[in-house]
């Protein structure tokens, strides 16, 4: 039996890629497999497979041009169906906003309870900047970001480093990567007592290790 989550993920993937699909398409009707491929950062090959399954759909209309190349238009099928995609998209980013910023705001509340009042967030990106925001409605102060692959030296008004120790003494770090957040987890806890290193629970990061839950 096929793993809820992992099809969830599947059905994400697959309809961000065909909404950007339709939206490279009416944007441009000139472009290429190639050109689209990049544009999506996706191989030549899903590429084709996609675009073939859009115009089976009856989302796409392809025409041949002169010198051998192809152009491709929007139906009102197509039309219907990037809307509808870009609506759910939407949708999703609003459910996952309010869900960051319960969950984070829940943690800094935490910090301010047990006198955690210096605390570092782990991750650049839009987890960061919504837990920048939950954090001015409680009593901390964040030192800053560490994240070992961000190449900016600041994010969200904050000093960003890839070392931990870097930012003087924190009581505790909020782990804000969305990419490997265990892994993060594992990295954080090395630095700081597992007990100050803490976790939005959307995100799943287990305390006692990949594998197990808690």
Known sequence: MADPKTSSQTAN??????????NAVHENTS????????????ALGLTNAYLKRCVKKG???????????????LTPTGFAEKSRLSAEYLSQSFRFFRIARTECSDLFGLCA???????MLVGVGDLGEIATL????????????VDGNSDVSAFAGLRVTGDMEALGQADAAVI???????????AARR??????????????????????RG
């Not at 472009?31 to 996706?42: F, H, K, M, P, Y």
């Not at 989302?59 to 238009?73: D, E, L």
């Not at 939950?134 to 970001?145: I, K, S």
């Open 113 to 119: 309870e047990r006198g955690w009042r210096r605390v």
């Open 59 to 73: 989302f796409i209309k392809v025409r041949q041009i002169p010198r051998n190349r192809y152009a491709y238009y």
């Open 134 to 145: 939950c954090a001015r409605e409680h009593p901390v102060t964040l030192v800053g970001f």
């Open 191 to 212: 630095v700081l007592p597992p007990e100050r290193v803490l976790a939005p629970p959307f995100l799943k990061v287990s305390r006692h290790g990949p594998g197990r």
């Open 13 to 22: 993937t697959d309809g961000e890629i065909t909404l950007g699909l339709l």
């Open 31 to 42: 472009l290429t497999q190639r050109s689209i491929a990049q544009e999506l950062g996706i």
């Open 176 to 186: 804000t990567d969305l990419a490997n957040p265990q892994q993060t987890f594992e």
